[in-house]
């Protein structure tokens, strides 16, 4: 079975890097770069998880910074979905004048990477005087197109007569939708969520450019500081790269199936 | 409840996204477009002043941004001819361990885990792997037995720091198109193999004859988004400049319009940069989806 060999040889491979970042997080600082590099430490260095978040400057932002990301990345989640599923539905089930040319200008700005507008985003919360906050870090990146789209798609699969039956009983708009729109497309909801959950943390380059303050750093931003101090330790920056990957792996392991599923043709963005 | 009613209702629902799209996507893009006539440092007070295409001639003449372009050129192309080509081949077969589906989920997680990695993180790990003590030349100067060590200068050499940057988003990726070509891999109905099997075909021309046009509708897909994803890349880069790489090498237009910004506080070149981006893309975009919807094959 040489294709099984491919396989298997190609696991290890990815693998190894992650494996080097657990163990190196538990040698001692001056094994990390010992030679021949041993895959089962001398001895366990704890210490480094503990240097970690001190940081170098024994202000512990990194409990802080963890905070800002977890709030930041769980507001984005809820917000981008309430407001995506919300546009979903007024754009399948209502007929109303230039329903078509909405859509069709909120598609457009697929095509509008962020990178390119990235700048007069900033100046724009400079305007609006919410560079700085938590607004600022959350407001200019909690939606996008492609979440209305996929929503959209979602809700269009819900039948007309669930809502006019509903509709018939005096439910009101607002109660149809978060009590029957919502649940019809849970799945699609919670695939959306973590895509955009995922996303939110990974981002460096909007709270890059739109926070200077330690308080409200996340923390690929803490990552960023603590490598650029040049007297880091490179097994506590190891330490620090673990603590920072598992809330990811927890999201990863529980919700397994809405990453690797079948059916999950889903944009990413780099 | 009558229908000018329920029209009212539509609204509401759209209303905040479209408030979003205007306010955040539409009036910034208009801005850049704007900003990009106009001589304006970030820092200062004073008015913008309108000056013509002279942002553009300044950086389509000037070293510094042909660099960017040609740095995110050479990225785009070495990260996307690897990552769409070697994870169709490893999707394949995962595919064809049809009958082991625990086995199938276990490959596919494994490989999937580096996107879970966030870019700071991959950075950060490969820069000590990239290290000249570090793991991958202990690994080459093993593999090729080299009596004295040599060190291969991953991160010092413009050329070895495009190769390392490479490495490292072929590394988080390709297990992310795995994934999506294994969706798409697996909805192609198993008699068109049988049938063929009976019919002698071999298994190179099951693949170009079966696999490929039917997988075709997903093949457009990972290439748009994988080219497209290579082009915007910035942690990777942003990472390795800041631990000292050299910039030229690894300096790709969204860094580019990073540091124009908010290091040269020069707002004009740096939106003239994003508009030069953004047609690159959508040029791209709208060839890419006209050359591969002619050639779209069915069987049905």
Known sequence: MVTVAVLILFAVAILVPIAFMLISSVKHPLDVFEFPFRWIPRRLHFYNYLQAVAGNDQKYYFFRNTFNSLFMAGSIMCLNVLMASAAGYGLTKFRFKGRQVVFVLILTTMMIPFETIMIPLLMLTIRLRIQDTYMGLIFPIM????????????????????????????????????????????????????????EAWDNLIWPLIVVQSEKY????????????????????LMAVAVLATIP??????????????????????? | MGIRRRQYWGWIFVLPAVLFFALFSYFPMISSFVASFHAKDILSLKAPKFIGLQNYIYIFTSQDFLNSIKATLIFAVGCFIPLVSVSLVIATIVVSLRRFPKIQNVFKMIYYSPAIVSGVVSATIWLLIFDPRGLANQFINFLANNPTPVDFKWLALPAMARLSTIIIYFWKYVGYFVIIYFAGLVSIPTSLYEVAEIDGASAWKKFWRITIPLLMPTIEFVLIVAFVQCVRTFSIQYVFVQSGSPREAINVVSLNIYTTALQYHSLGRATAMSVSLFCFILIFTVVQLRIYRSERVSYV
Request: glycine share 6%; charged share 20%; net charge positive.
């Open chain 1, 248 to 270: 990811m792996f927890v999201l990863f392991f529980t919700f397994s199936r809405y990453f690797i599923g079948e059916g999950i043709l889903t944009g990413a963005k780099g």
């Open chain 1, 143 to 198: 939606l996008t197109a492609f979440a209305v789209f996929l929503m959209r798609q979602s809700i269009l699969t819900v039948p007309d007569d669930y809502i006019d039956s509903a509709r018939i009983d005096g439910a009101g708009e607002l109660r149809i939708f978060f009590r029957i729109i919502f649940p019809s497309v849970r799945p699609t909801a919670v695939t959306l969520a973590i895509l955009v959950f995922r």
């Open chain 1, 217 to 236: 750093k996340t923390l690929p931003l803490y990552i960023i500081r603590f490598l650029d101090e040049k007297y880091t330790n490179e097994a506590a």
